[in-house]
């Protein structure tokens, strides 16, 4: 009797070796709520710069940052209180950014570098005296930015108001000067130069009418 041939063992296949799996890009967490209100509030304020108030939409806010607008009206429930917090930040930045001021200078060299500041502004943040005119503007008929701005005056005037006080007993300015009158006028003087400059960059003569400004000052 013939005995069966077991069947040949077929050699085994190879697996093919396991694909790596494509590393998944991380999950972006959420914005903390502080930095999305910076977001939200620079974006705007951007806009304004480049449009106007008049043309300011949070439809295009929400999409400069990248959100929805139901998203953006969960951190401004208004647009008028997204204007306000605006009008927060432009105060910010006319307060911090200046231009550098030796260590004890005088009254007369502090007052110069107010002047000074202004064109310091216009190259470090151009958009921001647009911003000032625009809510300057719309202050006449909206009470929470009216607030804002006059507690920005307020504290403008007064800061100026020190100055020339100082420089009165310094000696370098006249000592009958009302140093409430002339810090209204330094003040305005430097609000009239930013409208004119916005129409007129290059003809108007900033230099001639500050140094002007500051020779009614100077002690006679």
């Known amino acids: 009797m013939q005995r ?19 590393p998944q890009a991380p999950v972006a967490s959420p914005a903390p709520a502080d930095v999305r209100r910076t977001e939200l509030v620079q974006a705007a304020f951007d806009l304004i710069a480049e449009r106007g108030l008049e043309e300011l939409r949070t439809r295009d806010i929400a ?20 204007i306000a917090a605006v009008v927060d930040h432009m105060t910010e930045l006319f307060r911090t950014v200046r231009a550098p001021l030796a260590d004890g200078a005088t009254a007369l060299e502090e007052l110069r ?7 310091y502004r216009r190259r470090q943040q151009p958009g921001l005296e647009v911003v000032v005119q625009e809510m300057m503007l719309r202050a006449r008929r909206d009470e929470k930015v009216r607030a804002r701005l006059e507690l920005m005056l ?14 009165v007993r310094e000696g370098d300015f ?6 409430k009158a002339a810090a209204a006028i330094v003040t305005s003087y430097t609000i009239g130069n930013n409208l004119q400059h916005g129409v007129r960059p290059t003809g108007f ?5 500050y140094e002007l400004l500051i020779s009614s000052l100077a002690r006679r």
């Open 4 to 22: 069966k041939r077991s069947p040949a063992r077929q050699p085994e296949k190879s697996k093919p070796p396991a694909q790596k799996r494509a």
């Open 63 to 82: 999409a400069k940052v990248g959100i929805n607008i139901s998203t953006l009206h969960y951190y401004f429930d208004t647009k008028e209180s997204l």
């Open 113 to 119: 570098q107010l002047f000074a500041t202004q064109l």
């Open 154 to 167: 307020l504290g403008w005037n007064a800061y100026v108001e020190s100055v020339i006080m100082r420089g």
């Open 174 to 179: 006249a000592r009958d000067i009302d140093a």
């Open 205 to 209: 003569p900033y230099q001639a009418a």
